[in-house]
């Protein structure tokens, strides 16, 4: 029993540093934070994570939607993520989804822009993210 007990918390440890890790704001490097308010003055009551070693600014929209933004250690502008209807996504991603993930549902969705102003779709199911193109091809699962 202690072994099995032991084992599970290891897991527990190893998983949970591979996902997201919420932060306080007092633990985000000053150049993230002050990379975030340049680029968006609005973002308002910030909550921040830290996944995969860049950090994250999640934070809700003018009218109700999420923003979430990444940034590197540097303050490096990756992405950002605006929630959206499941409803506003390409046409083709539904039945892409229907096809290549039997019984899978969208939980989520988000119109997602890089640094190099490249739109892409992100489709949330269980188990991931499915990234799109902007005209809803397939690109990859995150």
Do not use: C
Request: proline share 4%.
């Amino acid at each position: 029993m202690k072994k099995k007990l032991v084992l599970g918390f290891a897991i527990t440890l190893i998983s949970g540093s591979l996902s997201a890790q919420d932060l306080k704001t007092k633990d985000v490097p000053a150049v993230v934070k002050e990379a975030l308010v340049k680029k968006y003055p609005e973002a308002t009551k910030v909550s921040w994570e830290k996944e995969k070693g860049n950090y994250e600014a999640n934070w809700g929209g003018k009218s109700g939607e999420d923003n979430s933004v990444q940034f590197t250690p540097s303050g490096t502008f990756i992405e950002i993520v605006k929630a959206i209807p499941v409803t506003d996504l390409p046409k083709s991603i539904a039945p892409y989804i229907k096809e290549h993930y039997k019984g899978a549902k969208i939980r989520e969705a988000g119109k997602v822009t890089d640094a190099k102003n490249v739109t892409m779709y992100e489709a949330e199911i269980k188990g991931g993210d499915l990234i799109f193109d902007e005209n809803g091809k397939f690109i990859k699962k995150d």
